[in-house]
């Protein structure tokens, strides 16, 4: 079945430093969302990209849809405490209601 | 305001004793999906509802079941709860199919022991 990949896991930046989750899939997508999880909470939606090389920007943070569709990143200029989280790509599946995400990129901001 | 709302929020229960975790959504939104995620795991869906009475499987549903009798409402239940069932769980809801924008509830942890 269709599978989403996210590296790095974790990622532990000193406040000021960039970040970049990379997220790849073994199907070509339709579209790609992101969501951010902070310690405690729900999945909270960010973005969704669909077209091929798409690049949306959402102030520090910048989302890309790769050319293929098969991939996609999300980079985060100048980190802030304010960013710690958990950030999952998804995708969807071959039937309608299906989605998969991946799992994950922890992010944690050191002051 | 727009929300997904579970309960109960936590949960301990011993092996064996059926549980159901309710889902309603106020945004009279087509779909609506469970998850759960543990860690390292992501979030892994486990049935997801297209409409009222059209539900089907999603990537891990051994163990629960699912009804959607009501647009509003879809909840998930054990039938008979098991250790490897310990997990966070997750309803979520969207307007249109998996590739629209999904609205989590607060979640749901789940102890089973």
């Known amino acids: 079945g269709q599978q989403v990949m996210q590296i790095p896991q974790y990622q532990h930046v000193q406040e000021g430093e960039d970040f970049t989750t990379y997220c790849n899939s073994s199907t070509t997508l339709s579209n790609i969302q992101w969501y951010k999880q902070r310690p405690g909470g729900h999945p909270v939606f960010l973005i969704q990209?669909?077209?091929?090389?798409e690049v949306k920007k959402q102030k520090r943070l910048t989302f890309q849809f790769g050319e293929a569709k098969k991939n996609s990143s999300l980079h985060i200029t100048a980190t802030q405490t304010t960013d710690v989280g958990t950030y999952f790509c998804?995708?969807?599946?071959?039937?309608?209601?299906?989605?998969?995400f991946g799992d994950g990129t922890t992010l944690t901001v050191k002051p | 305001e727009a929300q997904v709302t579970q309960n109960p929020r936590y949960l301990i229960t011993v092996t064996g004793k059926k549980l159901t975790v309710t889902c309603s959504q106020n945004?009279?939104?087509?779909?609506m999906s469970w998850y759960r995620q543990d860690p390292g795991l992501g979030l892994r869906q486990i049935y997801y509802?297209?409409?009222?009475?059209?539900?089907d499987k999603g990537d891990v549903p051994e163990g629960y079941k699912v009804s959607r009798k009501e647009k509003r409402n879809f909840p998930l239940i054990l039938e008979s709860p098991s250790p490897n069932q310990t997990s966070l769980y997750f309803c979520?809801?969207?307007?249109?199919?998996?590739?629209?924008?999904?609205?989590f509830g607060p979640g749901t942890r789940l102890t089973v022991t």
């Open positions: 990209l669909v077209k091929s090389g």
């Open positions: 979520a809801s969207s307007e249109g199919p998996a590739g629209e924008q999904q609205y």
């Open positions: 945004m009279n939104h087509e779909y």
């Open positions: 998804a995708g969807p599946g071959t039937n309608a209601g299906k989605s998969t």
């Open positions: 509802s297209m409409n009222v009475e059209v539900t």
